[in-house]
């Protein structure tokens, strides 16, 4: 890795020969003659460490220093400085300044403290780096998939992760939006605590109502005990209110509350409870349709949707299937203690062509079966549910009038190759066929567009 050292010093002599002392250590140099000038360059984000004087025109050093650990913290700084001024540079280095050094600078010792710096702060990022991966690996562990679709989607759990805001997370059924709940949960700091999930549909008005606020003892038959509402139990947590399209007006009401106030009532209690609680929410529903046809209130589906997370189905990220197919396989041999290595190519044709309406459950389901019944040591069409089995027939392709068998073989081919821009090895699967034929036909006429 190569650092970038910004100069800064009004002095044009010394700004240049630091500049071509530590471009001969292999450093990037930039030199600024102007605090406000080298804080351009800080700002753009690609430096690794300052070294500034300390008196100059207009900025000091000091205000540099400042704005420096504010901007970038981790950045180190090392201020310069005349015989004169050794108090203010003893002062800065109070301030978070790595270290400093008096003017004549001997530029050995200067290269050191810069070297010493410039590892620290490898070590620094090496290990941020590091637990960034971890913390990735365990939030995602579960959620499969390369494609854009799913990359950009992780981007935004990441990102919305640590604040409280509202998710709203839509999506036919089966696409994985609980997953994604629990990836928003893993990846902020309130998985200290764990999320409380409320499937709302599996419950009746009444007793909704009590699970979500809980009841005070006495409060209707049968409640002869203090009952914790599921959103008294989230308290520096998040709730998952899945299914939420299909809670009625009077609770919808009581959750529009929780959400404008962060407080609310046990069910029969005065007194009022206040939570610190992150509210994430999915439905299959079309709300805003519903909110349309005046089932679903407005302003809760507002206050619902501050982040709106859709998980596209599967047929619209067929590029994940392979590592779904492989995850989901790995998974049911371990489970039936089989050793079942693939698919062979009618079988990943059959699964390809195939809609998925009930998405990755389904895919799942069908993986699962397909290994139960698989006897030999690769899942054939026979494995798979007649439904997706079927699939394998795929669609009558004609060949037009005056062309031949092979030129309409050709068409194909390359009309599905530019539909994955020359990705063959996706081509190949999609047709069911093997890399190394696609790679030889492609050769034999003549066209050889290198993709993966
Ligand atoms: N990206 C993925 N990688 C691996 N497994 C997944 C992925 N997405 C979903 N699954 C699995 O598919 C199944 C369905 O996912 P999940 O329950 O999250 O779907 P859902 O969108 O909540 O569906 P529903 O609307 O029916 O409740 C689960 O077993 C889940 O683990
Ligand atoms: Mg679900």
Request: include cysteine; aromatic fraction near 4%.
């Amino acid at each position: 890795m190569k650092f970038t050292i910004l100069i800064i010093d009004d002095e044009k002599n010394i700004r240049e020969g630091l500049a071509a002392n530590f471009e001969l250590e292999d450093y990037n140099v930039k030199t600024a003659a102007s605090g406000e000038e080298g804080l351009e360059y800080v700002s753009k984000g690609d430096i690794d460490l300052v070294i500034s004087d300390l008196r100059m025109n207009g900025m000091g050093g000091e205000e540099v220093l400042q704005r420096v650990t504010a901007q970038t913290p981790g950045v180190p700084v090392i201020i310069l400085t005349g015989h004169g001024d050794v108090n203010s540079a003893v002062d800065a280095m109070r301030h978070g300044a790595y270290d400093f050094l008096l003017k004549p600078v001997d530029l050995d010792q200067l290269t050191m403290i810069v070297k010493r710096a410039l590892e620290n702060r490898q070590l620094r990022l090496e290990h941020q780096q590091l637990k960034k991966e971890v913390e990735d690996s365990s939030a995602f562990s579960t959620m499969i998939g390369k494609s854009s679709a799913i990359m950009k989607m992780q981007e935004t759990i990441r990102k919305v992760a640590e604040s409280r805001a509202s998710v709203l997370i839509t999506g036919e059924s089966g696409v994985g939006k609980e997953l994604v709940a629990r990836a928003i949960h893993n990846y902020s700091s309130r998985k200290a605590k764990e999320m409380i999930n409320v499937h709302c549909a599996a419950l009746s008005e009444t007793l909704l109502e009590s699970e979500l606020f809980g009841h005070e003892k006495g409060a209707f038959t049968g409640a002869d005990h203090l009952k914790k509402g599921r959103f008294e139990l989230a308290h520096g947590s998040t709730i998952f209110l899945d299914e939420i399209g299909e809670i009625n007006q009077s609770v919808q009401i009581k959750i529009l509350r929780v959400l404008q106030e962060r407080r609310f009532e046990r069910v029969g209690g005065e007194q009022t409870i206040e939570v610190d609680v992150r509210v994430v929410a999915a439905t299959n529903r079309n709300l805003e349709e519903e909110v349309k046809k005046g089932r679903f209130r407005e302003d809760l589906y507002y206050r619902l949707n501050v982040v709106h997370i859709h998980v596209p189905p599967l047929r619209e990220r067929k590029e994940d299937i392979p590592l779904l197919i492989q995850s989901f396989l790995d998974e049911f041999n371990r489970e039936n203690s089989k050793n079942i290595t693939g698919l062979d190519s009618k079988a990943k044709s059959a699964m390809f062509k195939y809609d998925w309406p009930g998405n990755i459950r389904e895919l799942r389901n069908c993986m699962e079966s397909a290994v139960v019944m698989c006897s030999g040591d690769h899942i054939t069409i026979d494995d798979l549910p007649p439904g997706i089995a079927k699939k394998s027939e795929g669609e009558v392709i004609t060949v037009p009038l005056g062309q031949t068998l092979e030129e309409t073989e050709k068409t194909v081919i390359l009309e599905n190759l530019a539909a994955n821009r020359n990705n063959k090895s996706k081509t190949a699967d999609l047709l069911g066929i093997g890399r190394k034929t696609l790679q030889r036909k492609l050769s034999e006429w003549g066209i050889d567009n290198s993709g993966e």
